[in-house]
T-cell receptor
Framework: SQQGEEDPQALSIQEGENATMNCSYK?????LQWYRQNSGRGLVHLIL?????REKHSGRLRVTLDTSKKSSSLLITASRAADTASYFC???????????FGTGTSLTVIP | GAGVSQTPSNKVTEKGKYVELRCDPI?????LYWYRQSLGQGPEFLIY????????DSGLPNDRFFAVRPEGSVSTLKIQRTERGDSAVYLC?????????????FGPGTRLTVL
């Protein structure tokens, strides 16, 4: 079974608004990564946060990690229509070789 | 430089047939991963290579699935006696170094349809 679960499954917002999506996972991790996937395309790495980090920023992206709750959130500020995509969190497995992806959040940004 | 490429982009086959899916990783990347993604789902880990060896094949669903990477670069995922349930997008990713803290670069995927 997959490690992570994102919520909401789908999110629709107006351009300029902030988008927040959450990820919960089941077992201990060393790092958590967020990826983006445009329809019919491969995944693109957005940001990685290590288990000893609580917050990380990259441009308009802000990721938080709460290992006590086994959860992470991805915030996209000042959203743009081009941010429309599916967003997945991925956690590493016990050996660090496997990566487990969640079911994804489908984000639609309305211009 | 070129990214990860996968061929074919689409493959339609009949139940019971054998298929091969190819992945060309980014030059110099030693780690290579195969995933399977069904509609509406996230990628599901299948197998990981470090160099030429399959370091972790725990995600392969059964013995009909096999993957090779004979020279530590190109990899081929092989599926025998295909079943309709094998229909999915098969994604390949590579990384400059295997480990917990390296991002993976994904190819566009091969969409496999088993009729």
């Amino acid at each position: 079974s997959q490690q992570g679960e994102e919520d909401p499954q789908a999110l629709s917002i107006q351009e300029g608004e902030n988008a927040t999506m959450n990820c919960s996972y089941k077992t201990s991790i060393n790092n958590l990564q967020w990826y983006r996937q445009n329809s019919g395309r491969g995944l693109v790495h957005l940001i990685l946060i290590r288990s000893n980090e609580r917050e990380k920023h990259s441009g308009r992206l802000r990721v938080t990690l709460d290992t006590s709750k086994k959860s992470s959130s991805l915030l996209i500020t000042a959203s743009r229509a081009a941010d429309t995509a599916s967003y997945f969190c991925a956690t590493d497995g016990p050996t660090g070789n496997q990566f487990y992806f969640g079911t994804g959040t489908s984000l639609t940004v309305i211009p | 430089g070129a990214g990860v490429s996968q061929t074919p982009s689409n493959k339609v086959t009949e139940k019971g047939k054998y298929v091969e899916l190819r992945c060309d990783p980014i030059s110099g990347h030693t780690a290579l991963y195969w995933y399977r993604q069904s509609l509406g789902q996230g990628p599901e880990f299948l197998i990981y290579f470090q160099g030429t060896g399959a370091a972790d094949d725990s995600g392969l669903p059964n013995d009909r699935f096999f993957a090779v990477r004979p020279e530590g670069s190109v990899s081929t995922l092989k599926i025998q006696r295909t079943e309709r349930g094998d229909s999915a997008v098969y994604l390949c990713a590579s990384s400059s170094w295997a480990g917990r803290y390296n991002e993976q670069f994904f190819g566009p995927g091969t969409r496999l349809t088993v009729l």
